[in-house]
């Protein structure tokens, strides 16, 4: 059972970490417009791909992973 609350406890921390990200990530003004983010400006349409902001997320995200499994 103590692996369940662990894995609970972790869930809940991550759950709580992206609602931070979401109330709070507006305020960042460079998340979402840093080098190499893909934006593509037509007359009635804009596409935007935020390339290298996904890359740093996933660095981010995999080092937490990494260190937590430690």
């Known amino acids: 059972m103590s692996e369940l609350g662990k ?3 972790i869930t809940g921390l ?3 970490a992206i609602g931070v990200i ?7 003004p460079w998340l979402g417009r840093l ?3 893909i934006v593509v ?3 009635r349409i804009r596409v ?3 390339l290298t902001t996904c890359i740093l997320i996933s660095i981010i995200l995999s ?3 990494y260190l ?3």
């Open 35 to 37: 080098p190499g983010d």
């Open 68 to 70: 937590f499994r430690r």
């Open 14 to 16: 991550v759950l709580a």
């Open 7 to 9: 894995l609970l406890i």
């Open 63 to 65: 080092l937490f992973f």
């Open 41 to 43: 400006q037509r007359p």
């Open 48 to 50: 935007y791909f935020p």
């Open 22 to 28: 979401f109330v709070f990530g507006a305020n960042i």
